[in-house]
């Protein structure tokens, strides 16, 4: 079975730093993608980031980027200029060929203005 | 093009309630999937339905709770008998048919808040 993992419960950043994000997984499947979830206050799951796990190259999406350590099964994310409206839990996901998501437990995020 | 819409947003229920809970996915998807994300943990995997069919319930609690796609209609995730543990949100997601090899996005409804007195 895959499992998740965020050992972090929470993280603080102050506004316009950059703040990263860990995250492991344990698979035994060699096809699979990885997930940054975002939920806000209003509870609405928001895809930020997704990675194949063929593609070598670390996704990206303006001020969001992962760095995928397949090896090492690691996936952490990396938030830049870090903004009031990035405060959020955040949870990271795996699916395979299953089609199910397993989520980690999240992290809540804050920014410090 | 709307995107998931789930009713009713919060629902309150005694013990020994049912709860009925639909979800109406995004126009053109075929796939259903069921999450429940209890107080201060990540969502967890419930059930994976297509049109008329069950495809993967392996993460639903062997009793009280089912779940339908009916041809017509929305997906319900039914919950008989409800207890206070059963209190959580019920998230449903929902993506196009699969096309051969590959992942197709889930696109998640905002949620349905379910509160056992």
């Known amino acids: 079975a895959q499992t998740v993992t965020q050992s972090q419960p929470e993280m603080s950043v102050q506004e316009a730093e950059t703040v990263t994000l860990s995250c492991t997984y344990d698979t035994s499947e060699s096809d699979y993608y990885l997930f940054w979830y975002k939920q806000p206050p209003s509870r609405q799951m928001i895809l930020v980031i997704r990675q194949e796990a063929y593609k070598q190259q670390n996704a990206t999406e303006n001020r969001f980027s992962v760095n995928f350590q397949k090896a090492a099964k690691s996936f952490s994310l990396k938030i830049s200029d870090s903004q009031l409206g990035d405060a959020a839990m955040y949870f990271c996901?795996?699916?395979?060929?299953?089609?199910?998501?397993?989520f980690g437990k999240g992290i809540t995020l804050s920014v410090r203005p | 093009n709307a995107g998931v819409m789930q009713n009713p947003r919060h629902l309150v229920r005694r013990r020994g309630q049912e709860a009925r809970l639909r979800c109406s996915p995004m126009k053109g998807h075929s796939h259903v999937y069921w999450y429940r994300q209890l107080p201060e943990e990540g969502l967890k995997f419930m059930v994976y339905?297509?049109?008329?069919?069950?495809?993967?319930e392996s993460g639903m609690p062997k009793e009280r709770f089912s779940a339908e796609f009916p041809k017509e209609g929305p997906s319900i995730l039914r919950i008989q008998q409800v207890v206070r543990g059963d209190s959580a949100a019920y998230f449903c997601a929902s993506s196009p048919s699969l096309a051969g090899a590959g992942y197709n996005e889930q696109f998640f409804g905002p949620g349905t808040r379910l509160t056992v007195l």
């Open positions: 996901a795996y699916t395979g060929a299953n089609s199910k998501l397993t």
């Open positions: 339905l297509q049109k008329e069919n069950i495809i993967d």
